[in-house]
């Protein structure tokens, strides 16, 4: 995939600094800021990834788009299974949990500063790392 797509490199860029400040969070002890911010490097990887298929339009859900456009068949097959990982993360720190950090559970009445914790924080910044990585290899290495 070619690496010269001004879009995708906006989101990369987007998602690297929201990785920086997850990466602050967690050595700060900020869980639910963390768990924030990799949610939103996550998707931002996401929609790097996205974005070299065409304009990316605005949703917390990339994963299902990412999902469509490998069982379309709009990634070379060496790139699949990268694909198929970062929509797998994407899922897993997807809009529930964007939800989540910024309003935290209404219905038991707990704050997002209740919700998440110090694993929490780690398990999310591991995935935002892992995100990151593949999205940064799809866009400026073509899956290599």
């Not at 899922?91 to 910024?102: F, K, P, S, Y």
């Amino acid at each position: 995939m070619s690496n010269t797509n001004p879009e995708a490199g906006y989101r990369l860029r987007l998602a690297q600094g929201f990785l920086e400040e997850a990466r602050q969070d967690v050595a700060l002890g900020r869980w639910r800021a963390a768990v924030d911010n990799s949610q939103l490097c996550v998707e931002n990887a996401a929609k790097a990834v996205l974005a070299l298929l065409g304009p990316v339009g605005r949703t917390h859900n990339p994963a299902s788009q990412l999902r469509q456009a490998l069982n379309e068949g709009r990634f070379p097959a060496q790139e699949a299974d990268l694909v198929r990982t970062l929509a797998e993360r994407a899922e897993l720190l997807g809009l529930d949990i964007h939800i989540q950090t910024d309003y935290g559970d209404e219905t038991d009445g707990r704050t997002p500063w209740e919700l998440f914790d110090e694993g929490d924080a780690h398990q999310a910044l591991q995935m935002a790392e892992e995100a990151f990585s593949l999205a940064e290899r799809l866009i400026r290495g073509g899956g290599r």
